[in-house]
T-cell receptor
Framework: AAGVIQSPRHLIKEKRETATLKCYPI?????VYWYQQGPGQDPQFLIS???????DKGSIPDRFSAQQFSDYHSELNMSSLELGDSALYFC????????????FGPGTRLTVT | DAKTTQPPSMDCAEGRAANLPCNHS???????VYWYRQIHSQGPQYIIH???NNETNEMASLIITEDRKSSTLILPHATLRDTAVYYC????????????FGDGTTLTVKP
């Protein structure tokens, strides 16, 4: 079965640079969620989108922004990167009409040097 | 979202049933119980969810107490590949329902 696709899988950036992470949800899933998982920590919710509109917001820094496009894929844009942004970034998707269980992608490992 | 409490770690012998408990005493009437697991640095994997009835799928069974204040995830025949961090999450079933990952249970399946 098709799963959530995230790209790139690994990304290395320097401080103060920008990064863009992409997420392609499971076909026919209309909701996308972004999570950040720092080293040794649990995943933390950042933001979610339903039908291209922001549906919920967590502890997402102002330096980060995200959007969902008409084909339901989503992008997380990160600017002025800091060392503390080094983490795994997971995208998850869910489908309307079900119980909204979330299916996670493999993650993007961002390293800021 | 209701807060959950899980034991930090558990061991289980390979081939035996693994029973992972979760307390969610402040759960609201419209909140579901979801279970996910994360195998080292992989994306969390959905296992099962329920509202008030017991549920079973190909991966596991979920037993929810009648007062809904606690639940147990049962892996009937644990294998070494079931070694992971297991998260119990309580949230409403809507498209805006973020999953709040708390301190899960590290299950270690031993040969």
């Amino acid at each position: 079965a098709a799963g959530v696709i995230q790209s790139p899988r690994h990304l290395i950036k320097e401080k103060r640079e920008t990064a863009t992470l992409k997420c392609y949800p499971i076909p026919r899933h209309d909701t996308v969620y972004w999570y950040q998982q720092g080293p040794g920590q649990d995943p933390q919710f950042l933001i979610s989108f339903y039908e291209k509109m922001q549906s919920d917001k967590g502890s997402i820094p102002d330096r980060f922004s995200a959007q969902q496009f008409s084909d339901y894929h989503s992008e997380l844009n990160m600017s002025s990167l800091e060392l503390g942004d080094s983490a795994l970034y997971f995208c998850a998707s869910s489908a309307r009409g079900h119980s909204y269980e979330q299916y996670f992608g493999p993650g993007t490992r961002l390293t800021v040097t | 979202d209701a807060k959950t409490t899980q034991p930090p770690s558990m061991d289980c012998a390979e081939g035996r049933a693994a029973n992972l408990p979760c307390n969610h005493s402040t759960i609201s009437g419209n909140e579901y119980v979801y279970w996910y697991r994360q195998i080292h640095s992989q994306g969390p994997q959905y296992i099962i969810h329920g509202l008030k009835n017991n549920e079973t799928n190909e991966m596991a069974s979920l037993i929810i107490t009648e007062d809904r204040k606690s639940s147990t995830l049962i892996l009937p025949h644990a294998t070494l590949r079931d070694t992971a961090v297991y998260y119990c999450i309580v949230r409403v079933a809507t498209n805006a329902g973020k999953s709040t990952f708390g301190d899960g249970t590290t299950l270690t399946v031993k040969p």
